[in-house]
């Protein structure tokens, strides 16, 4: 054992020795030597020199890739700008051909009217609530009739404030509108069940009451004025007690897709 530590330690010292000669003849008058010192330090600066430009390569790509990502951000955050913008301009087009086809239709009509945007719903799960941006102050009352299409019952004021009014949708279970079938002139009542559909109810048994025929506002009550359309028999039914019948309505508006109203004056 202390014969090979004895030969390690001899090898490390004649490594030694070589370097320092050949770091002292390779100066200007060791000329000679000076192929020996290049071909023993070449590989060593080689090397490096490699490693050097690996890792200067290396720092160029990330460099490059944070780059490629800063400006995809900022690609990303114009795209999302001109697409707000976008559905801007889309929003107001939809508003506009809204308020065209509105204004088209109520030239036709005779009522007093008041053009009302919809601005707000009932969170209430049993009520069909809407709020207008119209008010006392733009002559609006309690139990105003709302409209759409110069015609089609949407629902009544029951709450008035000076800016802005609160609608009972016909929807709603709470609202109970005289109504009759006008191909066959039969009264009845509708009522909205569930907040989902519409049905008339109170029908004569004697009633020939076919699918498709015609239900409409009749004046009685004066709350609502005669004619309004509030839309169309789609099943008929005998109620329990056998003394009337009833029928299921198709409304002829989408109510989760209104945006503006008319309220009768």
């Known amino acids: 054992m202390k014969n090979n530590s004895k030969k390690i330690n001899y090898g490390i010292i004649v490594i030694s020795l070589i370097f320092v000669v050949i770091l002292i003849f390779n100066f200007e008058e060791n000329k000679p030597l000076e192929s020996i010192?290049?071909?023993l330090v070449r590989p060593f600066a080689s090397f490096f020199s490699r490693v050097g430009y690996w890792f200067e390569?290396?720092?160029s790509i990330f460099s490059d890739i944070s780059e490629v990502k800063r400006e995809n951000e900022f690609l990303t955050e114009d795209n999302l700008k001109l697409k707000f913008k976008l559905s801007q301009l889309q929003e107001v087009e939809v508003e506009n051909e809204v308020l065209r086809k509105e204004l088209n239709l109520m030239e036709k009509s005779d009522y007093r009217t008041e053009a009302s945007l919809i601005i707000g719903r009932?969170?209430?799960?049993?009520?069909?609530?809407v709020y207008l941006d119209k008010g006392s102050?733009?002559?609006?009352?309690?139990?105003?009739p709302v409209i759409v299409a110069g015609g089609v019952l949407v629902g009544k004021i029951t709450k008035i404030y000076p800016?802005?009014?609160?609608?009972?949708?016909i929807l709603d279970k709470n609202n109970k509108i005289n109504a009759e079938i006008q191909e066959i002139e039969t009264k009845g009542i509708v009522q909205g069940e569930f907040g989902t559909s519409v049905s008339i109810n109170m029908i004569s048994q004697t009633?020939?009451?076919?699918k498709g025929q015609t239900v409409i506002t009749s004046g009685l009550g004066n709350v609502f004025p005669r004619g309004l359309l509030i839309g169309y028999v789609k099943d008929i039914s005998t109620t329990m007690d056998q003394l009337f019948q009833k029928a299921s309505l198709e409304l002829?508006?989408?109510?989760?897709?209104l945006r503006m109203v008319w309220v009768i004056k």
């Open 37 to 39: 010192s290049q071909t």
């Open 57 to 59: 390569e290396k720092t």
């Open 122 to 129: 009932s969170l209430s799960n049993d009520r069909e609530i």
């Open 137 to 144: 102050k733009n002559g609006l009352e309690k139990e105003d």
């Open 163 to 169: 800016n802005s009014s609160e609608v009972e949708l």
């Open 207 to 210: 009633a020939k009451v076919e």
């Open 252 to 257: 002829p508006i989408q109510f989760n897709n």
